[in-house]
């Protein structure tokens, strides 16, 4: 298994950027694909994530300025993230997740915002 994220880089705040992943050896329509971010010294927390249906959940500090989405013939999941701010500003990771089956992660890709 292997999710491969990218598009990270240096912003200025008020920008935008669109981070990828691209997922390999599993199931990828049937599992719900998640975007999280740890800052230096805080907790990894959830971004956004979408289901195997489409639904989409977001935490609340992105709502209304990131997007996730979801190509499963592709078997990628995306998140447009506009109107940056420097809090945006840590390392994001791709997760893939079967309830009660699989939990998987790839590695991250850093975000940085500037002021």
């Known amino acids: 298994v292997q999710l491969q994220a990218s598009g990270g880089g240096l912003v200025q705040a008020g920008g935008f950027l669109r981070l990828s992943c691209a997922a390999s050896?599993?199931?990828?329509?049937?599992?719900?694909m998640g975007w999280y971010r740890q800052a230096p010294g805080n907790q990894r927390e959830l971004v956004a994530l979408?289901?195997?249906?489409?639904?989409?959940n977001y935490a609340d500090s992105v709502k209304g300025r990131f997007t996730i989405s979801r190509d499963n013939a592709k078997k990628m999941v995306y998140l447009q993230m506009n109107s940056l701010k420097p809090e945006d500003t840590a390392v994001y990771s791709c997760?893939?997740?079967?309830?009660?089956?699989?939990?998987?992660w790839g590695q991250g890709t850093q975000v940085t915002v500037s002021s």
């Open positions: 997760n893939a997740k079967l309830y009660m089956r699989n939990n998987y």
């Open positions: 050896g599993i199931n990828f329509s049937i599992h719900t």
């Open positions: 979408i289901t195997s249906a489409d639904s989409t």
